[in-house]
């Protein structure tokens, strides 16, 4: 199993073998979702979004172009979410 595999992924985020949770990063690109433990990516939810979007970068394998119009919302629970900007009208 790779660090990049689904089930590590989830284990580790959710820290499930010590009932704790750690602040993850939910990531919506091109047309899935997924959670990504802070700690996998070495980023903390005060980092700057250019940082974050590198390691995301790193993580899934593609440019840090791809990444460049999601926007990234911070939550008070210290979760952060990277999706598509928000289109109105």
């Known amino acids: 199993m790779t660090l990049n595999d689904p089930r590590k992924i989830y284990t580790h985020a959710t820290n499930a073998s010590s009932n704790e949770t750690g602040a ?15 700690d996998i990516l070495e980023v903390e939810s005060g980092t700057a979004d250019d940082e974050i979007k590198r390691a995301v970068a790193a993580f899934l394998d593609t440019s840090l172009d791809d990444l460049k119009l999601l926007v990234i919302e911070r939550h008070e629970n210290g979760n952060l979410t990277m999706r598509p900007p928000a289109v109105f009208g």
């Open 24 to 38: 993850v990063l939910h990531v919506r690109y091109k047309g899935t979702s997924r959670d990504i433990a802070l």
